[in-house]
């Protein structure tokens, strides 16, 4: 069975500090994996994805992710953060049958103003 | 506006009393699936369907139902909830090219059982 873990539980930066979040995930086929952010009171949405080729992934609002297979690692990156970062970060791999989308526990993130 | 609907968006109940979540999609995908979040343990699938008629477990089945009678619905019953079914619950589509489409997640909803 595939597992994702997130090690960072919670993270408090201030505006234009520079961030990494941690996910580790052990699966031993092939891997597809994603980050989603979600907001106070709002539902998941997709930050990134990787599925194959370039390791380096970038998502929307500035956010990207490196595949490093041989660490099994992708962790999400952002150079400056912003107040409006101020989310839960969720990492998840999507098996290959593609039925199930196994997350980590999540990292909260408060940007400090 | 392509959207996964999830209704009530928070229920307060009591023990043993049946309810249903409903999820509805408009985008006409083949793949649903439901997920409770609690804190620390992320997401956690409880069941997914495939398509009409095709529902199978994820990792938290016990004490839930679904049905998929149409492709647009795919309801989670609790036929007897209890206290430790209090969670954030939502529900995701996708389409048949699931890792291409990625998963669209409704707004979520907030059960308490007390």
């Known amino acids: 069975a595939q597992s994702v873990s997130q090690h960072n539980h919670h993270v408090i930066l201030s505006e234009a500090a520079s961030l990494e979040l941690g996910c580790n995930y052990s699966y031993g086929g092939t891997v597809n994996l994603f980050w989603y952010v979600q907001y106070p009171g709002q539902h998941l949405q997709l930050l990134l994805k990787y599925f194959s080729g370039d390791p380096l992934v970038k998502g929307i609002k500035g956010f990207e992710a490196e595949f490093i297979k041989s660490k099994f690692s992708f962790n999400l990156r952002k150079p400056s953060v912003q107040w409006s970062d101020t989310a839960e970060y969720f990492c998840?791999?999507?098996?290959?049958?593609?039925?199930?989308?196994?997350f980590g526990g999540g990292t909260r993130l408060m940007v400090k103003p | 506006e392509a959207q996964v609907t999830q209704n009530p968006r928070y229920l307060i109940t009591v023990t043993g009393k049946k309810l249903t979540v409903t999820c509805s999609q408009n985008m006409n995908h083949e793949y649903m699936s439901w997920y409770r979040q609690d804190p620390g343990l992320g997401l956690r699938q409880i069941y997914y369907s495939m398509n009409v008629e095709v529902t199978d477990k994820g990792d938290v089945p016990e004490g839930y139902k679904v049905s998929r009678k149409e492709k647009r619905n795919f309801p989670l019953i609790l036929e007897s909830p209890s206290p430790n079914q209090t969670s954030l619950y939502f529900c995701?589509?996708?389409?048949?090219?699931?890792?291409?489409?990625?998963?669209?997640f409704g707004s979520g909803t907030r059960l308490t059982v007390v």
């Open positions: 998840a791999a999507l098996n290959n049958a593609g039925n199930m989308l196994t």
């Open positions: 995701a589509s996708s389409r048949r090219d699931r890792v291409l489409g990625g998963y669209t």
